[in-house]
């Protein structure tokens, strides 16, 4: 048996909407299934305004470009994360300032939050990283004393809630990605809630996202032609992708549900390995309703990491580290960063190892995954 780290899934509606949706001869952006796919998100996590995009990353990109900030101001965010929420920051003149990650959860820390706060700070992006909440009433009551902006980094975090609320309706802005490494796919995709009531900010994301133009305005008979009125670009997927993810929103509740049985499978078989081969395993706390994004294990040290991690190969299991910090990184070096800056980010990167988890994994897959695994933590 191989059982590879991530395989797609599809619900078996894919073909039929995907040919549906050829059928009705458009393709570009905002089309029948993109009303659909973003109605669904509105109404089922309770949203004011979502706007699709052609990725998590554009829709990152749109947030921070609509919180217009002046240029230079800081923005607080983890280390351990993609580059695409430092690089949104970047893109947009701003300073990306990284702040350390809880050893538990692996989120965001808000204590250091707070230390990290100065005259210049203008937003906080936490990240939800493997779809588990960060503590979203502490940083959103940290903002709202310092004057900040809150955009979440939701990309891991569809369909996952923290207090009963979903992840991406805490923030003022909240931003999906719809890759295919993550639990609800359209191949390349996102989307940018925005939960700011806040009419002018929602026509601005209209207008940036059609390349600065006023063209929603035309489509709705507001005005009769429509112009270039502010700087811009084109974030509107196909709507050939939407159908797609229609298909895979349609199932929201199923595909979780599936990873959820992973989850508590590893869970179960490995807790009695936690604290004396493992050191830590994916932590759900008590006020978190994740997605089951992924599930990790973090070791000792690196040395044993990289032996446990070359061990499930040599099984044809495939089990991945995760997130290169980006203090760390060559480019956070040119940023100022040093690597001792974050140890705990530091040493959860060298200790952490992900197993295998996708939706349509088989319980003989788990089992053996979870049998290796003990073969191999025996071979220590
Ligand atoms: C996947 C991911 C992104 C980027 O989303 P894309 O759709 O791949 O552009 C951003 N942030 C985090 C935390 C992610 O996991």
Request: net charge neutral; glycine share 6%.
């Amino acid at each position: 048996m191989k059982v590879p780290f991530d395989k797609i899934f599809y619900t078996g509606k894919e073909m039929e909407f995907i040919t549906d949706a050829l059928k009705r001869k458009f393709l570009s952006g905002d089309g029948y299934y993109t009303g659909l796919v973003s109605s669904l998100l509105k109404e089922r996590f309770n949203i004011n305004k979502v706007f699709m995009t052609t990725s998590g990353t554009h829709a990152l990109e749109l947030a921070v470009r609509l919180l217009n900030l002046e240029s230079g101001t800081e923005v607080i965010m983890p280390s351990f994360t993609f580059p695409s929420t430092a690089n949104a920051v970047m893109m947009m003149g701003l300073k990306p300032v990284f702040v350390e990650i809880r050893e538990d959860t692996l989120n965001i820390n808000p204590v250091d939050i707070q230390k990290k706060i100065t005259r210049r700070t203008g937003a906080i992006i936490p990240v939800h990283y493997a779809g588990i909440a960060c503590q979203m009433d502490k940083i959103n009551r940290i903002a709202k004393d310092n004057k900040l902006y809150v955009l979440e980094d939701a990309a891991q975090a569809v369909n996952a809630r923290y207090q009963g609320k979903y992840l991406g309706s805490w923030g003022d802005i909240g931003c999906y990605s719809f890759h295919s490494t993550k639990n609800y796919i359209s191949g390349e995709g996102g989307a940018i809630a925005i939960n700011l009531k806040d009419g002018f900010l929602i026509e601005r994301a209209e207008v940036i996202r059609e390349n600065g133009t006023n063209r929603a305005k035309f489509i709705r008979g507001d005005i009769d032609r429509y112009s270039w009125v502010e700087q811009g670009s084109s974030y509107l997927p196909s709507d050939l992708l939407m159908a797609l993810l229609y298909a895979q929103l349609s199932q929201l509740d199923y595909i979780q549900s599936r990873r959820k049985v992973i989850h508590d499978f590893y869970s179960k078989n490995l807790e009695q390995y936690s604290s004396s081969a493992i050191k830590s395993m994916t932590f759900v706390p008590d006020d978190c309703d994740p997605n089951y994004h992924c599930f990790f294990l973090v070791f000792e040290n690196r040395l044993i990491r990289d032996r446990v991690m070359i061990g499930l190969q040599k099984r044809d299991i495939s089990a991945v580290s995760h997130y290169s910090p980006l203090h760390s990184s060559p480019m956070g070096k040119k940023l100022g960063y040093q690597p001792e800056d974050l140890p705990v980010t530091e040493n959860i990167s060298k200790c952490l190892l992900r197993l295998p988890m996708y939706t349509g994994m088989t319980e003989q897959e788990m089992e053996f995954v979870v049998e290796k695994l003990i073969e191999v933590l025996g071979e220590l």
